[in-house]
């Protein structure tokens, strides 16, 4: 199958930059992309291996070896003198791939026909001088994130598994992408990537044409199209090439250093390794434009690259302090280069000087209460109850992260490799496997959640600052939701019905433009919302990985009749008991205000079963969530 060009690819500079630096320098840490489906994020990695110079190697080497540099456990390097030129690998690493197939296990053929312990090596391993790319990288478990990061910043892959202990090569290009709207990585995940870019769809009616002009010559005739591009292609590959020769001999002054950790403190990126990577990605942009000396207009770019993502997130990414103290930090240092009598290389002050953090377009933010630290919903199970603030975990599920093996003659999931391994030590290298040898395995995964708020936005809300107070609890909520990879969901209700205002998303900035635009006033329909909720959870039952919980925010005064005739009240009750009978955990935080009060969210809560709250004993500043119901999900039999 034939790969879309490099050269061919239409805007997105920065992206084709940071991919270029990854292709010369894969200690930078990796590259995440980041932006909207249809961005050519898949189409301009896949691009990157058609550029990068081909590899010598031993055919059937498992570890990508260079011949003059065989790892110890290679068999075929270290017995073979033949290698050939072959394309750098290109890895796509499946979002369902265990640990082992990652890091590499015991290869269990030799165990068994020779008795013998033997290395399997994993796709670190086939990655080795390429790339290893991951889409959807923000569905990966957190576990195999943090394997992959820290392998990409060492280039080396060391294996403790049943007793081998092996360490070997794995050097490669790190490239991650994700939709915002499948949810974001934590951010001790998002600052081990060394570089982020932001994509998004050209705006221009001329680029977005001469996109769909190229894409669609490719697809009729692939082979003419790549001999169209061959000659930038080929331009590429010299220049990949010859920065990866130079860049040992890169020469950053101590001065610019200085320079980058000032931009570093003065735009609030609190990690080290923002300071580190923008020095080596500095120097490797140098390299790629054939000097051996970095100069400012290196560390703008490599700022542009590697600081985004490290600094305040979520409505004040760039701010406007922010980017005037990168550009006066800037001019300072011009300043000092013109009074030193050297050349000035680049002046942002330049009408024509592209800014390094480019104005992101203005988001709208809905007004709420000022907040402090995000609120926690802290879930207690049936399994193990998360401490320190954790998310609570469950062991022996079906899925889950392999957390150890024990000793087991009947057990519910057997774990091979243990086995195995028992069996070789008590028969002294001999395979002989009997019940006495059997592992079971332990498994542990993180719970997520289908977080339903059911909103109250009828007249009886009130005042305004009440409902400002309303909608910024709900962010908040949504916000520690959205950093845990739970699910949210919002109903609203006023008037004669009630509203799926978000569907279950992981989007926050989705859930922030839709309540934002939230009206309130008219009537309470508060039986029809729970009877929305209700369908909602039916229908989200297929999905097991996420147990549901529900927050209702209400004054529970209804008066809106599921039918002509029928009592409002009665039909809250009712739909209240069938909400019930699906055993999910609940919260309901009362909004009634005034000195007469009528208690029905209270009574609503007894009915649910729920844990109820008032909320002006909560502050969006200070809420702290417990809810203390055993979740459907539960414990579950390992197999």
């Known amino acids: 199958m034939k790969t879309f060009p490099f050269a061919a690819l239409v805007g997105q500079d920065n992206l084709k930059t940071a991919l270029l630096v990854c292709a010369v320098n894969p ?13 050519a994020k898949s189409t301009a990695a896949r691009g990157l291996g058609e550029i990068m110079s081909s590899i010598s190697r031993v055919p059937g080497c498992r570890f990508n ?26 890895v796509n690493l499946p979002l369902g791939a265990t640990e082992d197939r990652v890091i590499g296990s015991i290869d269990f053929e030799r165990a068994l026909k020779e008795g013998k312990k033997a290395f399997q090596p994993g796709l670190l391993a086939a990655a080795h001088r390429g790339i290893l790319y991951i889409d959807e990288v923000n569905l990966l478990a957190d576990h195999l994130v943090d394997v992959l990061l820290d392998v990409a910043a060492m280039g080396v892959n060391s294996v403790q598994r049943e007793g081998l ?20 990585l934590r951010p001790q995940l ?20 001469e996109v769909v002009r190229r894409r669609m010559n490719f697809e009729a005739d692939p082979q003419g199209f790549e001999r169209q591009w061959q000659g930038q292609q080929e331009q590429l590959r010299r220049q990949v090439s010859i920065a990866i020769q130079l860049l040992p001999s890169v020469q950053l002054a101590d001065r610019l250093v200085t320079i980058v950790s000032e931009l570093c403190c003065e735009l609030g990126a609190r990690s080290l390794r923002a300071d580190l990577i923008v020095c080596k990605v500095a120097r490797t942009l140098a390299a790629l434009q054939g000097r051996e000396e970095v100069d400012l207009a290196d560390i703008r770019t490599a700022c542009q690259l590697a600081l985004p993502h490290r600094l305040k997130r979520r409505g004040s990414d760039q701010s406007k302090l922010e980017q005037d103290k990168l550009d006066q930090s800037i001019k300072e240092a011009l300043a000092k280069q013109v009074e030193e009598g050297e050349q000035q290389q680049e002046d942002p002050s330049d009408e024509n000087s592209e800014n390094p953090f480019q104005e992101p377009p ?28 954790r998310r609570s975990t469950t062991r022996g599920l079906r899925e889950g992260r392999f957390l150890r093996a024990t000793l087991n003659q009947n057990p519910n999931k057997l774990a091979v490799n243990a086995t195995v391994h028992h069996s070789l030590l008590r028969n002294a290298g001999s395979l002989d496997v009997s019940a006495a040898d059997f592992h079971e395995k332990v498994e542990v995964v993180k719970n997520a959640n289908l977080v339903l708020f059911v909103v109250d936005a009828s007249g009886s809300m009130a005042a305004l600052k009440r409902m400002e107070l309303v909608k910024g609890t709900v962010i908040n909520l949504l916000d520690d939701a959205y950093t845990r990879r739970d699910k949210v969901a919002v109903i609203a209700f006023r008037g004669e019905g009630a509203t799926l205002l978000l569907p279950p998303t992981r989007s926050i900035e989705t859930a922030q433009t839709r309540l934002k635009e939230l009206p309130t006033g008219g009537r309470t329909p508060l039986a029809q919302a729970l009877t929305l909720a209700y369908e909602l959870l039916i229908d989200s039952q297929c999905d097991r990985a996420f147990a549901p919980l529900i927050i209702l925010l209400t004054d529970g005064k209804a008066n809106v009749p599921v039918s002509e005739g029928s009592d409002a009240w009665e039909d809250t009750l009712i739909a209240a008991e069938e909400l019930l009978e699906l055993r999910v955990p609940s919260l309901v935080i009362d909004t009634e205000s005034g000195y007469l009060r009528f208690s029905k969210a209270q009574e609503l809560a007894k009915v649910l079963k729920a844990e109820h709250l008032s909320l002006e004993s909560v502050s969006v500043d200070s809420l702290s969530l417990k809810i203390r119901s055993k979740l459907k999900s539960g414990k579950k039999t390992a197999r």
């Open 362 to 389: 203005e988001e709208k933010i809905f007004s709420v209460k000022n907040s402090g630290n995000p609120v926690r919903i802290e879930i207690n199970t049936d399994g193990e109850t998360g401490r320190d603030g």
């Open 65 to 90: 070896c260079p011949p003059e540099q065989p790892v110890d456990v290679c068999d075929v390097c270290n017995d073979a003198s033949e290698h050939i030129l072959m394309p750098p690998p290109f």
């Open 165 to 184: 202990s092996i360490s070997h090569p794995a050097r490669f290009a790190l490239i991650g992408t994700m939709n915002l709207e499948e949810g974001d």
């Open 27 to 39: 200690g930078v840490g990796g590259l995440l992309i980041r932006g909207d489906k249809g961005t």
């Open 190 to 209: 998002l600052d081990r990537f060394g570089m982020m870019i932001e994509v998004e769809a050209p705006s221009e009616s001329e680029v977005r044409a």
